[in-house]
C-alpha cells in the first residue's frame, strides 16, 4: 500500500480509532528508533567526511543496511554512522535498549543476566565508555549574561 493511500485511510479514521493507532506508532518509533535515528541522518549528510565537497551520491546499503555515499570529487565512500558513537558498532538491534538501560545506573553484569543483553561483559564495558566519552567530549555550552537563582531546597 502506498503511503497516500494510508494517508487517505487515516483522515478518516475515528476518535478512539486515533488514539489506539497514536499508541501503535509511538510503540512501533520505540523499536524502530536506530533505523528512523539513521535515516534522519542520511538526510542531513551533505559532504565528504574525505574532503568537505558536497558532491555526494547514494551508493547502495551495507551489510546491515546503512546507507553509504560516495563522493564524486574523491572517490571516498562512507556510510551514515561515520564520525558518530556508533561507527564499526555491531549488534545494533540492542542500540537501542542498552542506551534506554544506561540511564539506570545497572550494573554490567546485571543487564546481561537480568535484563538480556547477550553480550560479554568487556562488549558492554566498551559500549558504555564509548557512549559516556560521547557525552562528556561536547560539553554543555556555559552560562552567559544575567543568571538569576531563587531557592534552593536541601534535604536533611
Given amino acids: ?14 476518535a478512539s480509532e486515533f488514539i489506539e493507532l497514536e499508541a501503535f506508532v509511538a510503540q ?8 528512523v535515528a539513521l535515516e534522519r ?5 551533505t559532504s565528504s ?20 555515499f560516495k563522493c564524486r570529487a574523491c572517490n571516498a565512500t562512507f556510510g551514515a554512522t561515520n564520525n558518530t558513537v556508533f561507527f564499526r558498532l555491531r ?4 542500540w537501542a535498549k542498552y542506551l534506554g538501560l ?3 545506573h545497572i550494573p554490567l553484569w546485571r543487564l546481561q543476566k537480568d535484563h538480556g543483553l547477550p553480550l560479554s561483559l568487556p562488549t558492554l564495558h566498551r559500549w558504555r565508555h564509548r557512549f559516556l566519552a ?9 552560562l552567559a549574561g544575567m543568571i538569576e537563582a ?7
Fill in 134 to 142: 560521547t557525552l562528556t567530549a561536547e560539553p554543555a555550552q556555559p
Fill in 102 to 104: 544506561m540511564g539506570q
Fill in 49 to 68: 567526511v574525505r574532503c568537505g565537497k558536497d558532491d555526494l551520491v547514494r551508493w547502495g546499503r551495507s551489510k546491515a543496511g546503512t546507507q553509504r
Fill in 28 to 35: 512501533l518509533g520505540q523499536r524502530r528508533a536506530v533505523e
Fill in 91 to 94: 549488534n545494533r538491534q540492542l
Fill in 1 to 14: 500500500m502506498a503511503l497516500g493511500q494510508i494517508k487517505a485511510r487515516l483522515i478518516k479514521v475515528s
Fill in 150 to 156: 531563587d531557592e534552593k531546597f536541601f534535604r536533611t
Fill in 41 to 45: 541522518r542520511c538526510e542531513t549528510i
